[in-house]
C-alpha cells in the first residue's frame, strides 16, 4: 500500500505561482503512477494532471496545460505539481493520487487507489 501526503497549499494573488508537493511512502519500491485532482467548493472533483512511474509520460487536463507542470523525483518518493499563472478559478483543494498500474493517462477518479489527505490552494486577490 500507499500512503501520500500532501504540502505546499497556500493562498496566492492571481497570476503568482505555487508547488505542490505530495510524499509517498509505503510500497514505494513497486512501479507506481502518480498525479493531481482537485475540487473547488461545490464542485465535482476533477482531474488535473499524471505522470508515469519513470516521469517520462504526463498528461493534462486542458485547464492547466501550459501553466501546470507535474514532476517526481523517485529517489525521494516525492512528486510535485508546480503551478504558474494561476487564476481564481484554480481555487480548490488539491489531492495527490496513485496506482500500481502502467497507464498514466486515466483521468477518473476510481482509476487510482490512493489518496493523500488534500491541501487548500486558494488564488485570490
Known amino acids: 500500500q500507499l500512503q501520500l501526503v500532501e504540502s505546499g497549499g497556500g493562498l496566492v494573488q492571481p497570476g503568482g505561482s505555487l508547488r505542490l508537493s505530495c510524499a509517498a511512502s509505503?510500497?514505494?519500491?513497486?512501479?507506481?503512477?502518480a498525479g493531481w485532482f482537485r475540487q473547488a467548493r461545490g464542485k465535482e472533483r476533477e482531474f488535473v494532471a499524471s505522470?508515469?512511474?519513470?516521469?517520462?509520460?504526463?498528461y493534462y487536463t486542458d485547464s492547466v496545460k501550459d501553466r501546470f507542470t507535474v514532476s517526481r523525483d523517485n529517489a525521494k518518493n516525492t512528486v510535485y505539481l508546480q503551478m504558474n499563472r494561476l487564476k481564481p478559478e484554480d481555487t480548490a483543494v488539491y489531492y495527490c493520487v496513485a496506482d500500481y498500474s502502467s497507464a498514466y493517462h486515466y483521468t477518473g477518479s476510481d482509476d487510482y487507489d490512493y489518496w493523500g489527505q488534500g491541501t487548500q490552494v486558494t488564488v485570490s486577490s
Open positions: 509505503g510500497r514505494t519500491y513497486s512501479h507506481y503512477i
Open positions: 505522470i508515469s512511474w519513470d516521469g517520462t509520460g504526463t
